[in-house]
């Protein structure tokens, strides 16, 4: 078992032609992703990577029945492809593109909020990939493998660092979703982690998070619910108020957002916080023994 | 991106709301011309993005024309320095604005609430103070409104708040359609933050927003040209302003040993490893997604332009990064650069192995994971 994607899942590649586009959906081929559809205005009509592109996402719908999409279209254009695919009641949609104006972005999760019939992951994500089954995203996918463990995170880089410490010491991923480093992420950490509650095969949960908003506080006000051990990561642990680093929604402003109100509410909530990433893999073992 | 009070002005003013008559002056005879409009009665504002600009003497009140022409001579190419910005930075224009008569002072702003996922409209009676301040002494103070995404905001709901804060009756009707502008300009003119403080009740019954300051989302910069300008002096740092110029995402923090790394959350890790292994960052830099060689190049040299570094540690975990490239990168700015700090390279994932050979036999000190990258660097720079 997985959430959100596994083999059966059919992506729809919006930006599919485009440099991005091309180098990713190649590589998700390559992993044993099913790509059925590429869609780049203009471009209708033609074959892409051995797959067919059309030039409307509903015209991609009606011949390829798609039931995820991936959007790789440069940030100016990234809202209108996400509400494309929302148009056309694609249920779940991964927006890889950094850089989207915040303003886009509140007015697509507000819309998406209403209708109800497609969650959005991202943007400035990685992506999600279920090991073995199904790489939806820009992650190297030969150091994930397939295990007991789901895991949830703001950063792509850092997962990569933490699921090859899980995969080096035996322990793979059921999912691993990247949530993205953006001020309003169309998927937050409590979402997934009842994901990973629900999901029979998930057996313990790795929550990175980092500096900045108050999701990794509302993400522990739901563990104190779950059965299952969480281990969580915060990075930023030594950044300055004020200043974003790098990723847009990775800012303490106006006393929001520190890294010790995070650690001190996943502490409270009966996570275990590691302190260094090589620690998260003990943890992890040191809790599933726990359970058994 | 912050902007300048006088651009805030200016722009706010394109949507209604009451400001302060002045303009921008770039040297004394601008100044007098504009200062004798007010019969000399005016303030002079230095110009410049950085906090505790008034501390610094950057900001004086005057009575008379030609005072507030020397006085901005004396500012003009005068570089301020303040407690948050010890580097400091130079004046190159001020903003001449006509005093005014306050009887009361508010408080109002339009921000983001992530965590609702609206903007949120902030109110309050105790203006011109610290609203940090003001939050911890009287959280009752601070009345939130949250605007409705599909609707916008309905008038009653204002006057709800403003009654909820208290703001005498008198002022709410001048008050609701401030509001309603600073909302709208959040929106047109894609800001991520307004703040009118203080939000000034004149004895003549005015709502003026005596001072503004409005920060656009740099990620909508393509549709608001017109600041292209602005970005570079909004940068409180000449380094942070080279990385701006040079498309680097880069923070100076002060430290001692330089940091590179792929990816915000990565880099933000490091950091931290380096502090835990008993060592100071001087900065945050991220060489973003798929570099390659010339751009790694130019990041380590960006981070040898802060006379402070003893030492780099570069952290790379390659994803749709090439460990080869950066190897390449790394080489090439030891070679044109001529590095004498000692760096320590950490290089995971993607090309690994061909990058890791590329680097071996050269001044380069090979580390296997991120920890020990920390602790060799700190060794090897405080040796």
């Not at chain 1, 493998?145 to 995170?153: D, L």
């Not at chain 2, 709901?157 to 403003?162: D, F, Q, S, T, V």
């Not at chain 2, 927003?209 to 989302?217: L, M």
């Not at chain 2, 110029?245 to 490091?270: E, F, K, P, Q, T």
Request: aromatic share 4%.
């Amino acid at each position: 078992m997985s959430i959100l994607v596994n083999k059966d899942t059919r992506v729809l590649v919006s930006g599919m032609t485009g440099r991005e586009g091309s180098f990713h959906a190649q590589q998700m081929i390559e992993y044993g992703t099913q790509v059925v559809a590429g869609v780049t205005p203009g471009k209708g009509g033609t074959t892409h990577l051995g797959v067919p592109v059309f030039d409307t996402v509903a015209e991609a719908v009606a011949a390829t029945q798609p039931n995820a999409a991936l959007v790789f279209v440069p940030a100016p254009f990234a809202a209108d492809a996400v509400l494309e695919c929302e148009a056309s009641e694609i249920p779940f949609v991964t927006l890889i593109t950094e850089g989207i104006p915040i303003n886009d972005m509140l007015r697509v999760v507000n819309k998406l909020e209403q209708g109800g019939k497609t969650r959005l992951l991202g943007g400035n994500c990685a992506g999600i990939i279920t090991p073995g089954e199904c790489k939806m995203g820009i992650m190297p996918g030969h150091i994930f493998t397939p295990g007991p463990i789901g895991m949830v995170s703001r950063s792509g880089t850092l997962t990569y660092e933490i699921v090859f410490e899980l995969t080096n010491a035996g322990l793979g991923q059921t999912t691993c979703v990247g949530i993205g480093g953006d001020p309003l992420p169309g998927t937050r950490f409590v979402e997934v982690l009842q994901m990973f509650e629900a999901d029979p095969a998930t057996q313990a949960v790795v929550m990175v998070g980092e500096i900045g908003g108050s999701d990794e506080e509302a993400g522990a006000e739901y563990i104190q619910q779950m059965t299952k051990p969480v281990v969580a990561f915060i990075s930023g642990r030594t950044a300055p108020p004020g200043k974003r680093m790098g990723h847009a929604g990775a800012i303490i402003s106006g006393g929001m957002g520190t890294p010790e109100s995070k650690v001190r509410a996943l502490e409270a909530a009966g996570v275990t916080v590691a302190d260094k990433t090589s620690e998260v893999p003990g943890l992890i073992q040191a809790a599933l023994q726990v359970r058994v | 991106m912050k902007l300048h009070e006088y651009q805030s002005k200016d722009l706010l003013a394109r949507y209604g709301v009451n400001v302060p008559g002045g303009r921008v002056a770039h040297d004394a005879a601008d100044a007098q011309a504009i200062a004798d409009e007010f019969g000399g009665k005016v303030v002079v504002k230095a110009q410049v993005l950085m906090g505790g600009r008034g501390k610094a003497g950057g900001v004086k009140l005057f009575d008379n024309a030609a005072a507030a022409g020397a006085f901005t001579q004396e500012l003009i190419g005068k570089r301020l320095v303040s407690i948050q910005n010890p580097a400091g930075m130079v004046v190159e224009k001020v903003l001449v604005g006509e005093l005014i008569d306050i009887d009361e002072e508010y408080y109002l702003s339009v921000l983001l609430d992530r965590a609702a996922a609206q903007l949120v409209v902030m109110i309050s009676k105790e203006g011109g103070m610290d609203i940090e301040e003001v939050a911890e002494k009287h959280p009752e103070a601070i009345v939130r409104l949250h605007v409705d995404p599909a609707w916008g905001l309905s008038d009653f709901e204002i006057r709800a708040a403003l009654a909820q804060a208290n703001i005498p009756k008198a002022a709410r009707g001048q008050m609701v359609a401030m509001i309603k502008s600073l909302v709208s300009a959040y929106l047109r003119e894609d800001a991520d933050l307004i703040e009118i403080n203080p939000c000034a009740w004149t004895p003549d019954g005015k709502l003026i927003a005596a001072d503004a300051k409005v920060s656009i989302d740099e990620n909508a910069l393509f549709r608001h040209k017109e600041y292209g300008d602005t970005a570079e002096d909004s940068a409180e740092d000449p380094l942070e302003a080279e990385a701006t110029r040079r498309g680097i995402a880069y923070v100076r923090l002060g430290g001692d040993i330089g940091v590179i790394g792929n990816g915000a959350g990565l880099v933000m890790c490091s950091m931290d490893e380096v502090t835990a292994a008993g060592g100071r960052p001087a900065n945050f830099l991220d060489v973003g997604g798929g570099a390659q060689a010339e751009r790694v190049k130019s990041c380590v040299e960006l981070i040898l332009m802060d006379p402070n570094v003893k030492g780099l540690l570069i952290n790379i975990f390659g994803g749709i990064t090439r460990c080869d490239e950066v190897a390449k990168g790394i080489l090439s700015a030891l070679d044109e650069l001529n590095v004498q700090i000692p760096v320590v390279a950490r290089i995971e994932g993607t090309a690994s192995e061909e990058g890791r050979a590329l680097l071996q036999g050269t001044r380069i000190v090979p580390a296997q994971t991120m920890q020990e990258a920390a602790q060799k660097i700190v060794s090897l720079a405080y040796a």
